[in-house]
């Protein structure tokens, strides 16, 4: 699966990212954005923030949710 290139650090300093939207997790990701709003409500994604009515990532937090994440064992 291609790298989706994520947003260059904003001018609020050398080490913080903007906010992701669930648009650009998804496609991060490659699940639809009805899938994010499933984990979200059954609480098994990324950690999520609510902006005003407006959900918001965290660039970090989705990386350490996606390396967290195990593959099935598929043993016969």
């Known amino acids: 699966m291609p790298k989706i290139p994520r947003p260059a650090a904003s001018s609020g300093g050398p080490d913080r990212a ?8 998804a496609a991060y990701l490659g699940v639809p954005v009805k899938t994010l709003y499933q984990w979200r409500h059954r ?3 990324p ?30």
């Open 47 to 76: 950690n999520v923030l609510k902006v005003g009515r407006h959900l918001r990532y965290r660039w970090r937090e989705v990386d350490e949710w996606l390396s967290a994440q195990s593959a099935y064992e598929l043993t016969a």
């Open 43 to 45: 609480r098994i994604g």
């Open 18 to 25: 903007p906010l992701a939207t669930p648009e650009d997790v």
